[in-house]
Nanobody, 131 residues
Framework: QLQLVESGGGLVQPGGSLRLSCAAS????????VGWFRQAPGKEREGISC????????YYTDAVKGRFTISRDNAKNAVYLQMNSLKPEDTAVYYC????????????????????????WGKGTLVTVSS
């Protein structure tokens, strides 16, 4: 079965950290850009960080720049999102998505194109930042 599975979400206090993982099964990620997206209650899903197929290029939206770090380990077929200095406004369901690298010209654009463009989506993991 071809799928992405997120893990690592949970409840954390403001200022805390979490590390999300996105694992692929049934296919290999090394030909795919991967992005992290989130959807807060009552809001549209937004792209927050994307990474090129071999990790050389990354993009962050302004809301998470300097606090979140995206990385990947193609040998483990996984992508990660290290989230530090978490704020209550980071509360959301976090999703990862994969898109074949030939389908877009830039890694940044992966975070802004419509969700229907993606080849694969995970089911999401909930992150709650609250005291």
């Amino acid at each position: 079965q071809l799928q992405l599975v997120e893990s690592g979400g949970g409840l954390v206090q403001p200022g805390g950290s979490l590390r999300l993982s996105c694992a692929a099964s049934g296919f290999t990620l090394d030909n795919y850009r991967v992005g992290w997206f989130r959807q807060a209650p009552g809001k549209e899903r937004e792209g927050i960080s994307c990474i090129s197929s071999y990790g050389g290029t990354t993009y962050y939206t302004d809301a998470v720049k300097g606090r979140f770090t995206i990385s990947r380990d193609n040998a483990k077929n996984a992508v990660y999102l290290q989230m530090n200095s978490l704020k209550p406004e980071d509360t959301a369901v976090y999703y990862c998505a994969a898109l074949q690298r030939i389908k877009l010209k830039s890694t940044q654009s992966m975070c802004t194109v419509p969700s229907t463009v993606m080849d694969y989506w995970g089911k999401g993991t909930l992150v709650t930042v609250s005291s």
